[in-house]
């Protein structure tokens, strides 16, 4: 799993197997985040930039990379792994056009990795007229189904939820992207627990501004992306001519109201990276009628590339793994498309 946020290649080996009731368990094997070298964050934050050629070449080198990484991961943890179930690096998202597109080549990583590979899981479901996102709440449903809602702060905040039988999604704002966009022009990767934030002041007609953006005014399944991120909320913020502080403690208030408008249930399961920010945890609990429930520091930091996992395996028992609930699809659809050598050593 690779985010928006840039943070790093998240590797999670799980076991899946069904119960006597036919439900869904998991067990986390191993994990590991493994930071991106300059090299390679420049690449991913200019890949949409290339031209046909260059990001072809580059969509190759990725899925190599992605393999190469995998396989040093099991020899490393001395494991082996049926399938690598690859969600790639999102470059470009805009499902009203038909397009999404996540680099990293599934036939390269099969062939570096020495596994079978399932990748592009996106794709189908814009096909299908859907948003090709979130696609996590399948997972939420089939492995997190005891919490009300489950919220994920990652480069993008989304929420999931049961709603009279059918599975609700959505991005709800920009999270870490923004927050660490931010946090860069004060020499950090980020803001450790909000502190940056916290000595800033809210700047209301900021707040109001990004409030008021057409995007929330949209019901049912929508997702964001780097386009929108570029061309409408980052111009917003940066028209401000107001202390880094204050941007962040702004943004953070404005995530805080968002996440509470979109709550649903007395208990919210809370992971990604937006989980550690103890400040802006504290202006969601203070405006959001759920209890925020924070599990185990494995679950929040690889959830999504669990769920990733998950969606390989649903796919390899040709069960649904993209709801159109949660992405406004035609229908529900199998998505991913896998690649496999035949077994045996290289010529």
């Known amino acids: 799993m690779s985010g928006t946020s840039l943070d790093g290649l998240d590797l999670c080996l799980a076991h899946f197997d069904k119960d006597s009731s036919n439900r869904w368990r998991f067990d986390i094997l191993a994990a590991q985040t493994f930071p991106y070298a300059s090299e390679w964050t420049q690449k991913l934050l200019l890949a949409h930039t290339l031209c046909a050629f260059d990001f072809v070449a580059l969509h190759k080198d990725y899925g190599r990379f992605l393999g190469e990484q995998a396989a040093a991961f099991l020899l490393g943890k001395n494991l082996q792994a049926d399938y690598v179930a690859s969600h790639g690096h999102t470059i470009f998202h805009q499902p009203q056009r038909g397009v999404t597109f996540q680099l990293g080549d599934g036939a390269a990583l099969a062939a570096a990795a020495g596994i079978p590979a399932i990748a592009d899981f996106r794709s189908l479901d814009v096909a299908l007229g859907g948003q090709g996102a979130p696609l996590v709440p399948i997972g939420d449903r089939l492995l997190f189904s005891g919490y009300g809602s489950c919220l994920n702060l990652g480069g993008f905040a989304n929420i999931s939820f049961e709603q009279e039988g059918r599975r609700i999604a959505f991005d709800v704002c920009p999270c870490n992207i923004a927050l660490n966009a931010q946090s860069r022009l004060l020499g950090e990767p980020h803001d450790r627990d909000g502190m940056f934030a916290a000595q800033g002041e809210v700047n209301a007609l900021l707040l109001d501004e990004l409030n008021a953006l057409d995007f929330y005014a949209l019901r049912g399944a929508k997702s964001l992306g780097r386009e929108w991120m570029e061309d409408v909320f980052s111009k917003k ?8 502080h204050d941007r962040l403690r702004t943004l953070c ?3 805080a109201m968002q996440v509470a408008r979109s709550s649903r249930g007395a208990d919210m399961l809370v992971t990604g990276g937006g989980a550690f920010n103890a400040f802006l945890m504290q202006r ?18 690889f959830k999504e590339a669990l769920i990733f996992a998950l969606l390989g395996a649903l796919y390899v028992s040709s069960e649904v793994n993209t709801l159109a609930s949660a992405t406004g699809a035609g229908r529900d659809s199998i998505g991913g498309c896998l690649t496999k050598a035949q077994p045996g050593p290289r010529r």
């Not at 405006?287 to 429930?293: I, K």
């Open 237 to 244: 913020v940066a028209a401000h001519r107001i202390s880094v």
């Open 253 to 255: 208030e404005h995530i």
């Open 284 to 301: 969601i609990a203070a405006l959001s009628s759920c209890r925020l429930v924070v599990p185990g520091e494995q679950v929040v930091n």
